[in-house]
């Protein structure tokens, strides 16, 4: 009997999905996008992606996949990605790394707002907050997140460390928002993320199979 496939792995051996059947969740499919000129060119490896996909790895217990990619420092292949995580490959959560400083080739957030139809400007604001507490440049960020049709769009620092500084804290309301924008119901790990929900609106089976 031949031996089963490998799961997909992103660079460094980050996985491109996890979770479990047996959680009270729904599948979900998330996408990252780093965004960095040198790291798209090859002149060296990304990391900031994989460190995002192995925050779902350790965070969500639902069945998640994910679209990894990665783009250089120009508002229209950003804008290009993010619509095509979120109208064609279905992504509910689209996370970006990169590109949210203010050098001049810094344009994530304005792709991002291009290519919304509404702001959530209250996760920039908590990212900030949080980052001040390591930084005092963290003020020099210009991170925001916004929605697309049902899926969220958010962007993280560029350096793995204040990605997971800032990311296990604002995690802990997003399956929330993806739920309110009629997207799946994602569990988490409560040991490294415990998501707020009112609890009227917390599972507490899973639903039967249509």
């Known amino acids: 009997m031949a031996a089963p496939a490998a799961a997909p792995v ?8 996890g979770g479990s059947a047996d959680s009270l969740g729904d599948p979900a499919r998330f996408g990252v996008l780093t965004v960095s000129d040198r790291a798209s060119a090859g002149v060296y490896e990304d990391l900031s992606g994989p460190a ?3 925050f779902f790895s350790e965070a969500v217990a639902s069945p998640w996949t994910a679209q990894y990619r990665v783009v250089a420092d120009e508002r229209a292949d950003i804008e290009a990605a993010l619509i095509d995580l979120v109208d064609t490959q279905g992504c509910c959560l689209v996370v970006t790394t990169g590109g949210t400083g203010p050098a001049p080739r810094d344009v994530t957030p304005e792709a991002t707002e291009a290519v919304c139809s509404r702001m959530m400007p209250g996760y920039g604001e908590q990212m900030r907050a949080i980052s001040l507490k390591y930084v005092p440049t963290a003020v ?4 925001t997140a916004g929605i697309r049709g049902r899926a969220l769009i958010i962007n993280l620092p560029g350096k793995p ?3 997971r500084e800032t990311f296990d804290e604002v995690f ?4 929330y928002c993806v739920q309110l924008l009629e997207g799946p119901y994602i ?11 009112p609890p009227n609106d917390r599972r507490t ?4 199979a249509a």
């Open 10 to 17: 992103a660079p460094g051996g980050a996985p491109l999905s």
């Open 52 to 54: 995002i996909l192995r």
């Open 140 to 143: 020099l960020s210009r991170q």
């Open 161 to 163: 460390k204040s990605i």
């Open 172 to 175: 802990k309301c997003i399956p």
């Open 187 to 197: 569990e988490t790990v409560p040991e490294v993320v415990a998501a707020f929900r």
């Open 205 to 208: 089976a899973k639903p039967a």
